[in-house]
């Protein structure tokens, strides 16, 4: 099974380079460009690694991380 990442940033050469080096190694990668997106995202898939940067628009890369951890599905991961 192919693993799943999520990039989030709000520069769009930022995701697009990320997205391609982790493709080039082996993910499926999403992106998104603040953080509601990538809350949409993890409520339809789960991912093995999340890369986000931490100065994102609408809610920040620290509160995005609180959320992801509140999750039933991540609680566990760190």
Known sequence: MQK????LDDMEIARIT???FLTFCGFEVDSG???????????EKKYDLIFSEVKLPVMNGFDFLKRIKESPRYKDHT
């Open 33 to 43: 460009k603040n953080a509601l997106e990538g809350l949409k995202f993890l409520s």
């Open 18 to 20: 990320i997205s391609t």
């Open 4 to 7: 799943r990442a999520l990039v």
